[in-house]
């Protein structure tokens, strides 16, 4: 049974497309996160959710829109791709004010 | 200055030995360290945690930890070839709603 689960693996598209990625946690925790991991294999938190809140909002393009429908669904969305979203999406969920993460297998994006 | 800096390696150690990784800090406040290992194509997952000056062992591996240097380190004794991965300190920020910055990760190489 996988604990964090994200869809779809691969996505790749067109520049100026619409994508979403979806999250799911069947550990119980209360927060869940994406983080972006480039091609340098830089690792950095974009938003965090504490039970459906929005709780940690970075210097994001507001062409990405998470939702969180329940605590255990993290979505992304992102409009109009550009280039420079190429990367590996990666959701995580943790346990509310702990800081052990689980992550999921990871999206990778390639917009072209 | 960047918040957690780590040598992107590779570093290459021979089976059996010692592999040392480090990792130094920008922010004095911050509470809790980790270090997680990630194989090519896969998630991070979390090795070890240490939240107190000293060292934690756990098996194979120790964590070290100086809050007045700011720097965090990663012993593994009697390394081996499936060790080879990159290896991510993380670092949990000091305000606000706690989450984790990434290091950008040391790749180690493990040769029979």
């Known amino acids: 049974d996988t604990a964090v689960s994200q869809t779809p693996k691969y996505l790749v598209t067109q520049m100026g497309n619409d994508k979403s990625i979806k999250c799911e946690q069947n550990?119980?925790?209360?927060?869940m996160y994406w983080y972006k991991q480039d091609s340098k294999k830089f690792l950095k938190i974009m938003f965090s959710?504490?039970?459906?809140?929005?709780?940690i909002n970075e210097t994001v393009p507001n062409r990405f829109s998470p939702k969180s429908p329940d605590k255990a669904h993290l979505n992304l969305h992102i409009n109009s791709l550009e280039l420079g979203d190429s990367a590996v999406y990666f959701c995580?969920?943790?346990?509310?004010?702990?800081?052990?993460?689980?992550f999921g297998a990871g999206s990778r994006l390639t917009v072209l | 200055q960047k918040e957690v800096e780590q040598n992107s390696g590779p570093l290459s150690v021979p089976e059996g030995a010692i592999a040392s990784l480090n990792c130094t800090y920008s922010d004095r406040g911050s509470q809790s360290f980790f270090w997680y290992r990630q194989y090519s194509g896969k998630s991070p997952e979390l090795i070890m945690s240490i939240y107190s000056n000293g060292d934690k062992e756990d098996g194979r591996f120790t964590a070290q930890l100086n809050k007045a240097s700011q720097y965090v380190s990663l012993l593994i004794r009697d390394s081996q070839p499936s060790d080879s991965a990159t290896y991510l300190c993380?670092?949990?920020?000091?305000?606000?709603?706690?989450?984790?910055?990434f290091g950008k990760g040391t790749m180690l190489l493990v040769s029979p």
């Open positions: 550990l119980g925790h209360d927060t």
């Open positions: 959710y504490n039970n459906k809140e929005l709780i």
């Open positions: 993380a670092v949990t920020r000091p305000t606000g709603y706690s989450t984790l910055t």
């Open positions: 995580a969920s943790s346990q509310a004010g702990a800081n052990v993460l689980t």
